[in-house]
Structures are given as C-alpha cells and as structure tokens.
C-alpha cells in the first residue's frame, strides 16, 4: 500500500539531460512533506551509491561528488513528488536509479525507511 513509484529513466546520449520523478503514496506518506527524500543509484556489479536528497522543507539540499553541478532535486509536495534533473549526463552515470524516504537527512541506506523499485538510465558515448 506504501508505495515509492520513479518514471523518466530511458536512453539518452552522453551530454544529454532526463527528469526522474518520484510519486510518493501510501498511509506513510500523509505528511508527504515531513520526509527527506533522497535519490541513489546502482550500476552494474557496484555497489549502491547516493547521489543526492532534499531536506522536508525543501530549503536544504545534498549531492555526490560525482553529480555536484550536473543533478539538481527539488520536490512538490503539493503532488507528493520529488524530481531529480539530471544534465550533461556520462556514460559512468549509467545505473538504476532510486527513491527512497527518510525522517531525517541521510547520506547512506540505512537512514532511508522506503524505497521504490528503481528506473534505468542508460548513457551511450
């Protein structure tokens, strides 16, 4: 019934850009905005990494090394989402992508109650 649900991912060329959504529904998320909601991500053979989460408010904001100046997440909770727009993107940003909710800002899994079931991007060169 909780459910965490991405959209967006798809192919697209090496400098190119996609949107990630992420719809939050469920009996948990009935204060959509109480959660901070973070985005990972896991290429093939490596482990799960973070890439970047956005405070409840949506006045404080996190990113990687790796995706700092390229991604960019922001969320409406209005409609229970939360977006990650991703720019000039590479080939080594190749992996299935996640959402997840947590109570409290967090850079590892562990911090993160919720997940959905992940959406592939794959970068060509």
């Known amino acids: 019934q909780v459910q965490l649900v991405e959209s967006g991912g798809g192919l697209v060329q090496a400098g190119g850009s996609l949107r990630l959504s992420c719809a939050a529904s469920?009996?948990?998320?009935?204060?959509?905005?109480?959660?901070?909601m973070g985005w990972f991500r896991q290429a093939p053979g490596k482990e799960r990494e973070f890439v970047g989460a956005?405070?409840?408010?949506?006045?404080?904001?996190y990113y990687s090394d790796p995706v700092s100046g390229r991604f960019t997440t922001s969320r409406d909770n209005a409609k229970n989402t939360v977006y990650l727009q991703m720019n000039s993107l590479k080939p080594e940003d190749t992996a299935v992508y996640y959402c997840?909710?947590?109570?409290?800002?967090?850079?590892?899994?562990?911090?993160?109650?919720?997940w959905g079931q992940g959406t592939q991007v794959t970068v060509s060169s």
């Open positions: 997840a909710a947590a109570r409290t800002m967090g850079t590892t899994m562990t911090e993160y109650d919720y």
């Open positions: 469920g009996r948990t998320f009935s204060r959509f905005s109480r959660y901070v």
């Open positions: 956005i405070s409840w408010s949506g006045g404080s904001t």
